[in-house]
């Protein structure tokens, strides 16, 4: 019996610089396929440093250094040999403000799909339609596609950037606080979407909301000072954290 979960992305001895600064210190962590992961802790602990390394996006700066190890299928990714661009189709990003193009809201899904050599447009059609009904935006855009993404509502704008991504079949999805922009009925409405959406891909979130880590996560990773201090079943870290840093923080008690 398989008892053990496929682990999709692992880190070894990884550190990230700015610069000369160090800001995300020593994470040797392993992220299970098909499971919604939380990073918590602190403003400037390095949640979003962290999750930028899985997928290379740091690479648009300069001055910034990678050691020791990313593994996206048991493969190292911090190498020459990646292609950034390709790495990010499979795992994909969403943001704290939705960014969708200035453009329609087919278009803002076919354009990925171009990118990827998906250039036919009875395949563009079938595509878009299937990664907004996965995005639950369906019902709400069909009678609208070719109108400018930007008439749509922050939820709506949020879901179509989760469209986006899905469209180019990834494997995990980077999201970084997306609710933290949104209304409690658009939060729900991506927080369910989220929940539904671990089926086919690997989801890795950083959040402020307590209360949304223990709701859609499976496991949560606390963060502090750049350390992975406590990386366990979400449960756990809620109710009974082995570390008093981790329990300070989830009960409010920090600082
Ligand atoms: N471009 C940058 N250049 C230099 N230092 C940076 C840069 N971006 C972030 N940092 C520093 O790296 C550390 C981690 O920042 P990061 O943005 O990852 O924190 P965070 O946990 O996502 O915080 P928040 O919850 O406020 O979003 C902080 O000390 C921050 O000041
Ligand atoms: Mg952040």
Partial sequence: MKTEHEIVLETKDLNFYYGKKLAVKNITMQFPKNMVIALIGPSGCGKTTLLRCFNRMHDLY????YEGEVLFHNENILTKETDATQ?????GMVFQKPTPFPMSISENIAYGLSLK???????????IEKALKEAA??????DRLDKNANGLSGGQQQRLVIARALAVEPSVILFDEPTSALDPISTSKIEELISELK????????THNMQQAARISDKTAFLYLGELIEYNITDKIFTTPDNELTERYVTGRFG
């Fill in 62 to 65: 300069k001055g910034i250094k």
């Fill in 87 to 91: 790495l990010r189709e499979q795992i």
């Fill in 117 to 127: 050599g998906i250039k036919n447009k009875t395949e563009q059609k079938d595509r």
């Fill in 199 to 206: 089926s086919t891909v690997s989801i890795i979130i950083v």
């Fill in 137 to 142: 935006l369906w019902d709400e855009v069909h």
